[in-house]
């Protein structure tokens, strides 16, 4: 079991040997989603309780339109690759419009329920095993989704620039 800084928790079932998706890239999995009630005590203990699924889920990686947790899970996941991604509240369904959403009314009426009763509880996971189909290039992508980090050469000269342009600013004003 890995967890990340926040908070999200993972486990690989099947090691992936294809690449990883980068920020800006269509991604295409197969998932089935769970909401995890925590346990009430008095009470057997809670199990997964399904609300979705779907073989050829297609989502542009890093766009915003997936709920965090999912988006997170899927950055180091390989194609070829299995997980299950245990998504805390905080990275779960915090807006409308977020993705995957069940396609049928039955399906987002159970979300909805289990949702709500995660909120009477205060507490509970959304569990999602994904398999990564695939990852292609968005040909007509932007380049708006930075994946790499700067070097400390870069750093520096990017400090640089911008305490120039304060310093100037600052002359100008006198």
Not at 82 to 107: F, Q
Not at 160 to 167: F, K, L, M, R, V
């Amino acid at each position: 079991l890995f967890k990340t800084k926040s908070g999200l928790q993972y486990i690989d079932v099947v090691e992936g040997t294809g690449p990883s998706p980068q920020y800006g890239n269509f991604v295409t999995i197969s998932y089935k989603a769970y909401i995890k009630l925590p346990d009430v005590s008095g009470k057997p203990p809670s199990k997964l309780d399904e609300f979705d699924s779907d073989e050829g889920y297609l989502v542009k990686h890093g766009n915003g339109r997936t709920i965090p947790g999912l988006d997170e899970g899927l950055h180091t996941l390989r194609v070829g690759g299995k997980r299950r991604i245990i998504i805390p509240p905080k990275l779960g369904y915090v807006a409308s419009g977020l993705g995957p959403i069940p396609v049928g009314p039955y399906g987002r009426w159970k979300l909805n329920r289990l949702l709500d009763r995660m909120v009477d509880l205060k507490g509970g996971n959304v569990v999602m095993d994904v398999e990564m189909k695939g990852v292609v290039e968005d040909e007509a992508d932007q380049g708006y989704y930075g994946d790499e980090s700067l070097t400390p050469e870069e750093f520096n000269i990017l400090r640089g620039n911008i305490e120039g342009s304060q310093q100037k600013a600052r002359e100008t004003k006198q």
